[in-house]
């Protein structure tokens, strides 16, 4: 296994490839195949939106794929696998694409497959790939480290999709085929490179001592550490707040603003600017760690008690009417989810190695496999609730404005109790005794 404190910026950017590698098959199956499939293909919105929510639900079975990656002692075998899993998954799904008007039961279930694998892959190679990260980066480097992968992560997102709906031109199914194989090959080919040699081809032999024990064992053991808990229902509950506005702050806008579609991509556009600009701030004032602004927990907290602030200002804009200042408050709500994003992957990288059991670091992996699980979940099921909550709150209150406000405000008071949360984590437990007291340099 890596030495800790082992990875200079240059390895770092190579394994921010694998994560642009990722996102550039990530995009083209939940961006490119899912308007393929409504538009090209007319086919139910519900298929691609439940295929997703398919990919989601495999995330549950994060644990065990860290825990798997425990056990050999080296993440490189798991990110490759994954990858492998992941590109197979992406030139599957939309073949099946292709296949759903010629063939409808060979399509409809090799898209199953693929999501599934998609699911499962992005799961075990993006686990192993923080726990990585986590054991290789010093401690003050995780936030800038955080922010670099997930930037080239986005970077995947911004090149793949324009390039692959230019090649997509003019439609036809064997072209998508094409296209999407040859992006899931390039993707698989360049995270195999980013990889070569980061870790060492053999890890060390194990010190003598008791056998591994059971998963179910080592995850009751981990779930029993009052920490990893708290951190768990902290991730559950922020990243439900922080994905539960992607599916109805631009219906809000239009619908209360009467903005164009084309405003609304805007104001869009200008949110995720915010989230970019957070996490630049966090990775530079962090980046030496020195002085109490490099704590990681402090901009945790902000970020979470700024994110509920914007929220609720952005509910108290509808009430106000066209003259409120949306785009400011949609700007600042970025700026705080990209502060508060950065800082909490950050904090769990600080945070997978710690707990009071002596085989502590063989538990990287089903630590992170734990808050990995929360965030998979939280995220298919914040933009389901928030969406049905809007409509639920239309039948209650009988009007728009009040509706989203209701929904807005809720998110709001869900990253104020993560905030509360976050707060806590890393101080000593009540009885006195120290649980791996992480100082104001080793993030939170």
Known sequence: MTGPASFGWGTILRLGLVQTALGAIVVLITSTLNRVMVVE??????????????????????????????????????IVGGMALLALGGAGAAL?????????????????LSFLGVGIGVGAAGTSLLVLLSTGVAPHRRGAAATIVWIMM??????????????????????????????????????????????????????????????????????????????????????????????ILEP?????????????????GL?????????????????????????????????????????????????????????VCVVGLGLFNGIF???????????AGSGGAPDGERRHGTRMGVWGAAQGVAFGLGGFLGAAGVDLARLAFGTVVPAYAAVFVTEAVLFLVAAGLALRIGRPARSGRAIESLSVRHAI
């Not at 139910?44 to 798997?68: E, K």
């Not at 997102?157 to 094409?178: E, I, M, N, Q, Y």
């Not at 164009?260 to 869009?268: E, F, N, V, Y």
Request: hydrophobic share 55%; net charge positive.
């Open 41 to 78: 293909l007319a086919l139910p919105a519900a298929l691609p939106g439940g295929l997703v929510a398919l990919h989601y639900a495999v995330q549950v079975l994060r644990p065990r794929w860290g825990y798997g990656s425990d056990l050999g002692r080296r993440r490189t075998p798991w």
């Open 154 to 247: 986005i970077a995947g997102f911004v090149v793949t999709a324009p390039t692959a709906g230019h090649l997509l031109d003019p439609f036809s199914p064997p072209r998508l085929v094409a296209v999407s194989g040859g992006v899931s090959l390039i993707a698989f080919l360049v995270a195999l490179v980013a990889l070569w040699g980061v870790e060492p081809a053999r890890a060390p032999a194990p010190a003598e001592g008791p056998p591994a024990r059971p998963f179910a064992q080592v995850l009751a053991e981990v779930w029993a550490e009052p920490e990893a808990r708290r951190f768990t229902v902290f991730v559950f509950l922020a990243m439900l707040a922080y994905s539960a506005q992607e599916l």
């Open 341 to 351: 994003a950065v800082a909490a992957i950050g904090s769990m990288m600080a945070l």
């Open 96 to 112: 099946g694409t292709a296949l759903v008007a010629s063939h409808p039961a060979a399509g409809y279930a090799l898209l199953v």
């Open 271 to 327: 949110q995720n600017g915010g989230v970019l600009a957070g996490m630049v701030l966090v990775a530079l004032v962090t980046a030496n760690g020195r002085g109490r602004l490099a704590s990681l927990r402090l901009w945790t907290v902000a970020g979470c008690l700024g994110s509920a602030a914007a929220l609720a200002a952005i509910a108290a804009c509808g009430f106000a009417g066209p003259g409120s200042p949306l785009r």
């Open 252 to 268: 809000f806008a239009g619908l209360v603003f009467a903005l164009s579609p084309g405003a609304t991509t805007k104001l869009s």
